[in-house]
């Protein structure tokens, strides 16, 4: 989120006051958790009364860190997103997990301590990948010597490019 800190705090503090006179129970609800800011953020920016806007909200998933079905595939990158290309080097940004932790989320100490629990897998997996894979160069070039004939024979019949 860009701007500083304090004033991103200080909007939504604001926005926090604003509630029903007549019964606060009808709304407007204000969430603290970082994936309920964000996936509020998104319906703004979508038409989410029609048919099409709600099949697109149902398609969205927001979580804080990053939960086992999703931690073994691979990410994706989108660089239009990146702050380091949207933003000037000088421009103040903030961190929605700060932000959220600061008007009420308690969960940000938990959410951490899982994602650090998941880093050290993932990098013991690594790891082990790349020990997996050395292995497998190695025996390629143990026995490229004995399938030398066979590959010839292949490549003429076209199986090997």
Known sequence: MTGSFVRNKLKYLQFKNKRTNTNPKHGP??????????????????????????????RLKVFEGIPPPYDTLKRVVVPDALRQINLQATRKYTVLGRLSSEVGWKYADVVNKLETKRKVRASQWYSRQKAVQRVKVKAIENTAQQLEEVNSQLKALGALH
């Open 29 to 58: 609800f204000h969430q603290r958790a970082p994936s309920k800011i964000l996936y509020r953020v998104v319906r703004g920016m979508i038409p989410h009364k029609t048919a099409r806007g709600a099949a697109a909200m149902d």
